[in-house]
Every structure is written in C-alpha cells, then in structure tokens.
C-alpha cells in the first residue's frame, strides 16, 4: 500500500448481510491464521509490530485470545477513528491468531444513542510491517454470532426511562465458537470475508469512512474487586458468596435451584463484567445493575417510565431497579464465560441464577475499570466537610469522561453541549490534558446544522431534538478553553461556528427586542425544574411557562446577553475588534429590551419576571441577569439576596448552582453565600452518594458531571487560582481565607503547578514549580509580582477585616532572600 494507507484502507465484511435485520444491533466475528517468526528481518523482537484497526460500529481485537483494542473512539460523520497497537508482546514464534469481535448498530433502526454508523458496515486491519499477512483482505475468515444479540427496545423495561444505549445482552452459550479467538480453532465452516467498498465504475465515490488516528488514549481496563455482599436467596449462603469476592473460591449452585445475590462496590463504578462458569446446562443467568436501593414500585417492569423514589444510598433495603443482561448455558461445557461487550455502570450487581438438570459452577468474577486516564496534579486538604465533596466530585468527573464526555454514565453516556462545557472548565483545574477536551470541541463544530446552530448532541446514534440555547453553552466552552490554554489556531477555527450560533439568535429577534420562538420541533430545554413540568409532555417542560404563554423567555435572552459577551473577548484575542464592538452593542440592546419589558418594579422591589409582563419569577433569569450585566452594583448585590431568599421562585437545579456561584461572584457576595450554596452537595452527602446526582427532581442517575461544580469553587475561589490573563500568562491568585481557617493544595496550572497553604492565625505560603507572573489579592490588596520556582512567599496578617471577609495583608521577603524579592518587586 502507499504510504498514506488510509486512502485505500482495507475494508471486509460478510459476504451475506442485510442491515435491515439488525434490530437494532447484531454481533460478527473475524480472525485470521498467521506465522510469525522473531528471527524475520522487518519485525525481529524486540522492535514493536503495529496494527491500524478500526471497525464500524465497534469492534474488541485479540491476538491469540489477549485483548489488545477496544474501539474505535467513539467517531462522527466525516471523521472516523482508528487504533494503532503493538501486537508484538502477545505474539509467539509459529502459528497465532488475531481476531476480533465486531458490535453493527444498525443505520435504519434506532440503537446506541451516542455510537454512530455509517451506511456501510465494515471492519479493518493493517500493518505496515511488509511480511506479516494480518491485513484484512479475503482470506480472513468471519460469521455472525448468532448466540449473543441486543435486547431489542420492544422488550426494554421502559419503567426506567427510554433505551438510549441499547448495549444490554441476551446471550447463550455456544458450543461451536469456544476459543473462536484463540490458535487452534477450526474456522472451515466460516465464511471468507469480502471487501467493503461503494465504488462503482466511472462514479467519483469515495469511502465512507475518513480515517484519522484515535486523539485520546486508550481507556485502561484496571482490574478491581467487589466489596462486598448486600443480600442473597436460596441455598448458596452469605459466607459462600463473600468467599467468592474476597479468596475465589467457586461457587456451586447445586441441580434445580435458583439462587440469587446482590454484590456491592463501595463507590459506583464503570466496569467491564465477566462471569465464568462450568457446567450448568440449561441454565439461566441474569444479572441487574442499579446505582442504589430504591423504593419497590410493586412492579418488575412497565410500558412507560414511573417515578422513583431514592433515599439514603447506603441504606440496603428496597430493591433495586436497573437494565438487566441474560444468558443461558445450553450446554454446560467444562468452562463458558459471559462477558458483555460494553461497560456496565453500577454500584449494586445483582446475580440471579436458575439451574436445570446439572449443577453450575461459577468462577471469580472480574472486573475491569475503566475511565478516561486523566493525571490529576491538583490535590487539596480542605477540612472534613470540603475534601469528602472535593473527592466525590472527582469520581463523579471521572465516572462521565470515556471517550466523550458523558451526561451520565448509567443511563445515556450522550454528549452534551452545557454538560460538557462544565466537565471541561472543571478539568482544566486538574490536569494537563486538553485532549479529550479538544476533541469534543471539534465535534460539536463538525454538527454544525444549516440554521447555524451546533446539535445539542453529539456524536449521536439517530437524530435528537435540537436544544438551541446549548449551542451558547458551546461559545462558552471555546471562551473557556481560550482562558486557560489561549490557543489562537483553536479560536480562528472556531470564530465562524461562534458567528452562526449568535446570528442565529439575533434573527430570533423578536419586536420587543429579546429572543423569541425557537422552532416548533426543537426542545428550549433551560433546566430540570419541577415548577416547570408539565405531566406527560416532557419536551413542553424544563422551560419557564411563560415562554409558551408570551413567546419569550427572559433567561434565553439573558444567556444570549451574556455569551455575547465571552464572544466578544473571543473577537478581541485573535484581534477581530471591530466585530467585538458589534457584539457589545447587540449585548446593550439586549439589556435594554429587558429592562424595558422584563423589569417588575410593582412591590418597591424588583424581580426580573420569566417572560414580558409576566408575575413568574425563577432564579435563573435573576442569575443571568446578573452575570450579562444587565443589573449591576448594590442593585445586583440587593437581587441576589431576594432571589435566593424569597420562596416561591423557581430553584436552579445543582447544573445550574453553577451560575448561581457565579452571580455571588460578580455581585461581590460570595463570601457571604458560600455556605449556604453548599447546602445541595450536604444534602447529597447526607444520602451517603459516592458521585453526584443529576438533579433533585428526577431519580434516573446517580452521576452527572455537570454536577461537579465543587471542583471550580475550591480551585478557583477557595484557593483561588484563575487565568488573569489567556493561558496562565499570568495567574490570579486571591484565596478566600476567611471561608476555611486551613487549607493546603498543589493547584495545577499551565504555567506549572502553585502551592498554596494557610493554618489558623499562620501566614499564607505561595511557592511556584516554575517562575510566573502572578497577580496576588489579599485583603482587597492587589499586588502585581514574579513567583520564582520553588522559592516559597510568606504573607503575614495584619488584624483589619476588608470588607469581604478577608484579612488585610502585607507580603513578608520571601525566604530566598534578597535576590527573590527583588524579583517580588519586578512588575512587567
């Protein structure tokens, strides 16, 4: 092949198959025999062997029944991913196989909501390595297998909610694929594989799929335990089960029994799941996942979605509710082993076990976590309230980065636009890895729609309602990545996206000057609010009402204000000034059409009303009238408190709190709100969640990135460490002693990490790992300097209170001594 192998990349499938059958997803197998010899000039040991692979939808690869790959990363239309992986180590001298499972979603029925497929199906492999026959061509051999196939959604248990990722297994031991993957398997009843193209003669066709190297790492599959044993039925005992997780020991479930057990991990995770077993023909095996105990509904499964009551999720009573895999041991070979082909999310396995004529024996079970790699720098000690929320927030961001960023991991693991910008601004405080992070920017840009706007979700399996005001959120994620990695190639590509997302909304302009109807299909989703709900019409609800009685709803206006705004800045750092001023002027119209309409001065004070000439009120639109700027100073200071003290409006959800922390910030009333902002992630501690949950209304999801909002409060304003200007050129640091007598952290910057600490009655400590320009508040006191590495500074306390609670302060000499503080008093 030429040296740009991707332009003629070695597409195969079955020679017989119809995509119409696929309901929604079917599995095949291929492998191919080769010799291999480590005395062989182009691959001698201990030199690496590559492999390309890449498949469509997604496939897992063995070399001689070792997992070598799992993917690709999760592509998009126009970019399609594949895996490059050193097979060498599991190669031996002779004969060996490489082989792989393949998971076809189908393009005509709905599947996986956030795998895509293009019209073709295909799986590929090649190796730049001239001598090694691996590429896939004809001679590889492959079927159906038929014994494992996707629980359809007409028989999904839609008591939890819609399927939206189809990967549950219905599955049966079959005898004629034991070791498929493995040397010494007889293929000769298979099928030899033909290749995959749409070419036709004389036609410019081109394939399907634009092949790009995977931008992230691979997901590592680290191996981990049960810990422990919650509740069992039947003869099997607890001590037995325990002796399984804990020294595995097998457990025996003897001729005509049924046994069931329920396993627990102490925090949920995402796992790979095998369960192997011997014997047992005729079994039948299934196994639950649930994020927690609930409250039985009296019912195992219904047509439709029924509310759900979650309490204390260290409380083991009730019963737990979750999708479910089967499996069958027809045969009851000497050992067979059901492994799922996706993760499973669960903090509760539930184990359901009936046996036939013969005993089953069961094996170890394993696990294999698995998450996006992120190498978190940023370690904190906050006290015995805030590390516990700190940590939990980081497991719940763990839990939502795979390939994408996640809403969830347990029921959708879709991409969204205001999800994600969250999980991304949080991460840039933890780590130095952007990757994952630019590829979801990429994304969205590439699902850029001819109305201007970005799809709402993305990558996506089947069309989904569009969510307009997400596509802000996205200028927002740009503007962030901008402030901390100022990386001008990312904003020019991104500019023009930015200007059709915001000329999108200035044509929805209506005669009062604020943002109108969206249109009739899409979902003006806002947040999940329970006085906005509508029974049974959830595409009418998670939107003030007073958008469908006036046409308008204040907060979108105000959103739109507000990211107007960061575009702005946007404009202004890849010097665009004259469209940065365009901008500024649209936010001035806005704010004044607001004002003018939106403004109720009835009761000698005043709330901004939820639509024009409307009494509903909610804290969103008081929030985003703050942050746009449309109300400001002791006006805005004033609003906040009644907005946050007034029963009756509508609550923003913990998403949401995000922006209520913001809106303390720039009114100045942080320090005084802090605590009182807190009291969600309290209560949710309270209920002993190990991640956060979605929201307060809704008991669909245990975990929700969006909800780790924690993370930016304790970076950015405890510790206080932000941008002062893009890309760390130089930092801020303004801690906010006066919330916490003690605190200690490594905050990571791109610039290098700071180390900050302070005890009760001590003075704060500020050391750099590498020289930066820093701008230092304390006590209202702004201070311009150059920290140099591992030189620490010493500021002492003077017994003033500033008037926002913190202490006024002096910089002592740095210990270094004379030299550095010469560098302290250097201001570029």
């Keep these: 092949m030429t040296a740009d192998w991707t332009l003629q990349a070695p597409w195969v499938w079955l020679p017989a198959y119809h995509e119409a059958d696929n ?89 996986s909501s956030s795998i895509v497929s293009m019209p073709l199906p295909g799986f590929m492999l090649f190796t730049p390595v001239p001598d090694l026959p691996i590429r896939t061509d004809p001679t590889w051999r492959c079927c159906e297998e038929t ?13 939890l909610g ?19 993957h493995r040397p010494g398997y007889d293929d000769s009843a298979w099928s030899a594989a033909v290749w995959q193209s749409p070419a036709v003669k004389m036609l410019p066709m081109v394939s399907p799929w634009t092949l790009h190297p995977r931008p992230i790492p691979a997901l590592p599959e680290i191996p981990r335990r049960f810990d422990g044993v919650t509740h069992t039925t ?38 790979f799941v095998e369960v192997p077993f011997r014997g047992g023909a005729g079994a039948t095996v299934s196994i639950l996942y649930a994020e927690c105990y609930e409250k039985d509904l009296g019912v195992d499964t219904s047509p439709f979605p029924m509310p759900r009551r979650k309490a204390d999720r260290a409380d083991s009573t009730g019963r737990l509710y979750g999708p479910k895999d089967f499996y069958t041991g027809t045969a009851g070979q000497s050992t067979h082993t059901f492994a799922p082909f996706w993760f499973r999310c669960f903090r509760y396995m539930q184990l359901e076990i009936v046996t036939a004529s013969q005993a089953l024996t069961l094996d170890p079970i394993a696990l294999r976590e698995t998450a996006y790699p992120l190498d978190i720098t940023t370690v904190v000690r906050v006290g015995p309230e805030l590390t516990p929320i700190w940590d939990i927030s980081l497991r719940t961001l763990h839990l939502c980065r795979h390939e994408t960023f996640e809403d969830c991991p347990f029921y959708e693991q879709n991409q969204f636009a205001a999800d994600s910008r969250l999980q991304m601004l949080f991460g840039y405080q ?27 979700q993305y990558p996506r399996g089947f069309p989904s309602k569009q969510i307009p005001q997400f596509s802000l959120f996205w200028v927002l994620m740009v503007h962030d990545h901008m402030r901390y990695w100022a990386d001008r190639a990312v904003v020019r590509r991104y500019l023009g996206t930015v200007d059709g997302i915001l000329h999108h909304f200035a044509a929805r302009l209506d005669a009062r000057g604020l943002v109108g109807r969206f249109d009739a299909d899409s979902w003006p989703f806002v947040d999940w609010v329970p006085a906005w709900a509508v029974p049974g019409q959830i595409f009418q609800s998670c939107m003030p009402p007073a958008y469908h009685a006036t046409g308008a709803a204040t907060v979108n206006s105000l959103l739109y204000a507000y990211t107007l705004r960061q575009a702005a800045a946007l404009c202004d750092f890849v010097g665009r000034t004259s469209t940065a001023d365009e901008y500024r002027a649209h936010v001035s119209r806005i704010r004044a059409a607001v004002n003018a309409r939106c403004r109720d001065d009835s009761d000698s004070v005043f709330f901004y009303q939820d639509g024009p000439g409307v009494a509903e009120y909610s804290q969103h639109t008081q929030v985003f009238a703050i942050l746009s700027e449309t109300v400001t100073g002791e006006a805005a200071q004033q609003l906040l ?33 802090f605590d009182s902002l807190l009291d969600p992630w309290r209560a949710m501690r309270a209920l002993n969640l190990t991640t956060w949950a979605e929201d307060d209304m809704n008991a669909r999801r245990d975990c929700h990135g ?54 009760k009655g001590r003075a704060l400590t500020i050391e750099a790992t590498r020289d930066m320009r820093a701008e230092v508040i304390l006590g209202g006191v702004q201070q311009q300097v150059v920290l140099v590495a591992g030189q620490p500074v010493i500021f002492e ?32």
């Design 430 to 456: 933890l780590a130095r890895d952007d990757r994952l992070a630019r590829k979801t920017l990429e994304e969205f840009h590439a699902s850029r729609t001819p109305a201007g706007l970005i799809v709402a």
């Design 162 to 180: 819609p399927p939206f990722l189809s990967n549950n297994e219905r599955s049966q031991e079959a005898p004629a694929l034991a070791g498929w």
């Design 147 to 159: 014994s494992a196939q996707i629980v359809p959604q007409a028989e999904w248990n839609y008591l």
């Design 234 to 271: 039947g003869c099997v005992t607890a001590d037995q089960w325990r002796a399984l997780i804990r020294a595995d020991q097998p457990v025996v479930v003897p001729a005509g029994e049924r046994v069931r057990v329920d396993l627990g991990v102490d925090s949920l995770t995402t796992a």
């Design 641 to 673: 408190r009644r907005t946050l003290r007034t029963p009756g409006l509508a609550v923003c959800s913990y998403a949401m709190r995000f922006y209520v922390f913001r809106a303390a910030e720039k009114a100045g009333l942080y320090a005084e709100l």
């Design 23 to 111: 309901r929604p997803a079917r599995f095949f197998l291929f492998r191919q025999t080769f010799t291999y010899s480590s005395s062989s000039s182009s691959s001698s040991s201990p030199n690496p062997v590559p492999v390309h692979v890449s498949a469509d939808s997604r496939y897992r690869l063995f070399v001689n029944g070792h997992r070598v790959s799992f993917g690709p990363c999760k592509s998009y239309p126009g970019k399609w991913y594949y895996e490059t992986v050193d097979i060498r180590p599991y190669l031996i001298e002779g004969g060996n196989v490489i082989s792989a499972r393949v998971l076809r979603y189908s393009t005509l029925t709905a599947g």
């Design 706 to 759: 969006w909800s780790a909002s924690p993370v930016h409060e304790i970076v950015t304003q405890l510790f206080g460490v932000s941008p002062a200007e893009p890309g760390f050129e130089r930092v801020r640091i303004a801690p906010r002693r006066a919330l916490l007598e003690e605190a200690e952290g490594t905050l990571f910057t791109p610039r290098g990490d700071l180390r900050i600490g302070w005890q």
């Design 797 to 828: 306390e003077s017994q003033t209170q500033s008037q926002d609670g913190n202490r006024n302060t002096t910089a002592a000499v740095p210990e270094a001594g004379k030299k550095s503080w010469l560098n302290w008093l250097w201001w570029w």
